[in-house]
């Protein structure tokens, strides 16, 4: 259930984000944008942290924490600055995500085989050319 409902929700998420990071004004300043948004999804992952407590007290669940959230902060934000800025530049919302994720996946490929053990199967390598000739349609 949860490996549907994750995904599920990750879709739905992303088509919400890609709507909203297109209807930012274009006279608003990106930073603030990006900062009320930030506080909104710092607000919220407080409120349902309980959802996934561990048995320890708070104090001891921040202790576990390590350079990885940092790092995904960081991620996130360019993450996000890069979309809005995209759209800013005229990309269309139908094509922008597409290219970024086609290219995405293309480097994920090699990373996950190199870091992680994952194989390279036929189907992969199928993707990847599916991919490629995708960016190039796109381009």
Do not use: D
Not at 15 to 42: C, D, E, G, R, W
Not at 84 to 98: D, E, F, H, P
Request: aromatic share 16%; hydrophobic share 60%; proline share 4%.
């Amino acid at each position: 259930m949860l490996y549907y409902l994750a995904i599920s929700l990750t879709i739905f998420s992303n088509i919400i984000y890609h709507v909203t990071q297109k209807l930012i004004p274009p006279k608003a300043n990106p930073f603030l944008v990006l900062t009320s948004t930030y506080l909104t999804a710092a607000f919220l992952s407080l409120l349902l942290s309980p959802v996934f407590k561990g048995k320890e007290k708070f104090v001891f669940e921040l202790s576990k924490l390590n350079w990885v959230g940092f790092a995904l902060g960081i991620a996130i934000f360019g993450l996000e600055l890069g979309f809005l800025l995209a759209y800013r530049a005229g990309w269309k919302i139908s094509t922008a995500a597409l290219f970024s994720n086609a290219a995405v996946s293309l480097f994920l490929i090699p990373i996950g085989i190199l870091f992680f053990g994952e194989k390279l199967t036929v189907t992969k390598v199928l993707g990847i050319i599916f991919c490629l000739i995708g960016l190039w349609l796109l381009g």
